[in-house]
């Protein structure tokens, strides 16, 4: 079993903050050539001095942008063997009568077009050279009912998305998976609790483990899936939640039972 990406070109996007950043450091600790492509240049720039890897200035919603941006990729660190689409945004929890359309529209286009671009852009070049493996980055509000009318329809469709990409290009050796993190204290995350829109510790109150996740668990699930360790594993989502999943049945019988 090897579960490291040494040698490995891996492309992340979303790479300059939080869960893509902590991608980023994780593979490059076991040997990977990271390529840390955001629209936030300078923090990219950061973390890619950081881990040794290369900066990219990439849009996720512009079809030029990524294209662009991916034979950038591939022209300074050689052809791309794991891709990460970490690149999304969330939205404030409003009633539907509420929710403007714009910012529907946005988190549709960033969080599933986005994805999806980047996707089709990396894994025709994978498909063609017989090789590689995806990893998107979905959320377990893709797999249960939230008050998040855009986010949560566009992270289901991304979990749909990948399962369809395993199948279509598996034959050609890519493997398509995604992670879906519970909540991760992450500037996406900490935006929504400074605006009061979340309250931690009832996200925390909320899991199986009783806390959040950290960024360096999601990113070695990522870095796994990524791997030769996974290497029959495809099509899969796979939840890093703390047990958010599991746990909030049990509120109608007698809660998450307190440490033994
Ligand atoms: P973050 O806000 O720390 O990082 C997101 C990165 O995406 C930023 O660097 C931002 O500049 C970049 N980005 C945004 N729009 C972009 C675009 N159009 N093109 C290229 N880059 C763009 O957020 P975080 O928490 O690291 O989220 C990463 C992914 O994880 C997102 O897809 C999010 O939905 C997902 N997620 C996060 C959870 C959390 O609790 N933090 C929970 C479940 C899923």
Redesign the pocket.
């Known amino acids: 079993m090897n579960s490291t990406l040494a040698g490995r070109v891996v492309l992340v996007?979303?790479?300059?903050?939080?869960?893509?950043?902590a991608v980023c450091r994780r593979a490059a600790a076991t040997g990977a050539s990271v390529v840390v492509?955001?629209?936030?240049v300078p923090?990219a720039r950061e973390i890619a001095g950081e881990v040794g890897g290369h900066a990219l200035e990439?849009?996720?919603?512009s079809e030029a942008s990524v294209s662009a941006g991916v034979a950038a990729a591939e022209e300074a660190a050689g052809p791309v063997d794991v891709l990460v689409t970490?690149?999304?945004?969330?939205q404030p929890p409003h009633p539907p009568e509420e929710l403007e359309q714009s910012v529907w529209d946005r988190v549709q286009d960033?969080?599933l077009r986005?994805t999806w671009l980047c996707a089709v852009a990396v894994g025709r070049r994978m498909a063609v050279r017989g090789g590689g493996s995806i990893v998107t980055?979905?959320?377990?509000?893709g797999m249960r009912s939230m008050p998040l009318h855009s986010?949560t329809p566009a992270?289901a469709a991304v979990i749909a998305m990948s399962a369809d990409l395993a199948t279509e290009w598996g034959r050609s050796g890519v493997r398509v998976n995604s992670v879906?993190?519970?909540?991760?204290?992450?500037?996406?995350?900490q935006e929504q609790i400074d605006d009061g829109q979340r309250d931690p510790s009832n996200l925390m109150e909320s899991s199986a483990l009783g806390r959040m996740?950290q960024?360096e668990e999601v990113a070695d699930a990522v870095c796994f899936l990524a791997s030769d360790a996974a290497s029959a594993i495809t099509g899969i989502n796979l939840p890093v939640d703390a047990g958010w999943l599991v746990a909030p049945t049990w509120r109608t019988y007698r809660g998450v039972p307190d440490k033994r």
């Open positions: 996007t979303g790479g300059a903050s939080g869960i893509g950043a492509a955001d629209i936030d923090k990439l849009d996720v919603t970490s690149a999304g945004i969330t960033v969080d986005g980055i979905a959320s377990i509000a986010y992270k879906s993190p519970g909540y991760v204290l992450t500037p996406l995350l996740v960024t």
